[in-house]
Every structure is written in C-alpha cells, then in structure tokens.
C-alpha cells in the first residue's frame, strides 16, 4: 500500500507547514495513521497519532494538529510555530488491512523533509 506524503519545506522559525499524506491501493481499513520524524543523527521519534485516540509528543503539543479525511484515506499534520528543531524527515505511516480478513500491517511513506531555518 503506497503512501505517498508531501507539504514539506524550507520555513522561518514560528512559521507554519501542512504536511499531507494519502494511503493508495487496495484498503479494507485503516486503523491508525500516525506522523514520526528523524532529524540528523538521531532515532525515529513519533510526532502524532490518530486512531482511537489522537496522541502527541510532549515537543509538539499545542503546536502540531493530526488529522484525518478517512474518505480520502489521507492525514495531515497541520505545523505552527515551528522550531529550528523540528527539523527532520517526517515520514507517514498507516496500519492497513487489505481484506476483510486478516489484520492489520504497518506502512510507510517516503519521507517529506522539514527545514526551519532563517
């Protein structure tokens, strides 16, 4: 199941951002649709979730808004006062179940790059 994100960019510190994300394919359901990031040198950290509940890192709350259209199996995370370091490649990743049977399997986007810098 291709997810396919965009939105990202160069931004000033306190800017905004609106990264998108669409799950492609052959979709029974998603359950959870969550943003993580990777900045230089470090480990893979989650940003936001959405599934039966909406979850945040502590560094974005208050900042950062998940959000889903499940017609469009689509998340955003709308970015506002954004920080130098919130910089990093913010990745999608769904849980997809292609059947009606089976379970669910974990996916991944390519990668959209966030730079906040002046």
């Known amino acids: 199941v291709p997810l396919q994100a965009c939105g990202g960019g160069l931004v000033q510190p306190g800017g905004s951002l609106r990264l998108s994300c669409a799950a492609s394919g052959t979709i029974f359901s998603i359950n959870t649709m969550a943003w993580y990031r990777q900045a230089p040198e470090k480990q893979r950290e989650l940003v936001a979730s959405s599934g039966i509940m909406t979850n945040y890192a502590d560094s974005v709350k208050g900042r950062f808004t998940i959000s889903r259209d499940k017609a469009k199996n689509t998340v955003y995370l709308q970015m506002t006062n954004l920080k130098p370091e919130d910089t990093a490649v913010y990745y999608c990743?769904?849980?997809?179940?292609?059947?009606?049977?089976?379970?669910?399997?974990?996916?991944w986007g390519q990668g959209t790059l966030v730079t906040v810098s002046s």
């Open positions: 990743n769904a849980g997809v179940k292609t059947r009606s049977w089976g379970y669910f399997s974990n996916y």
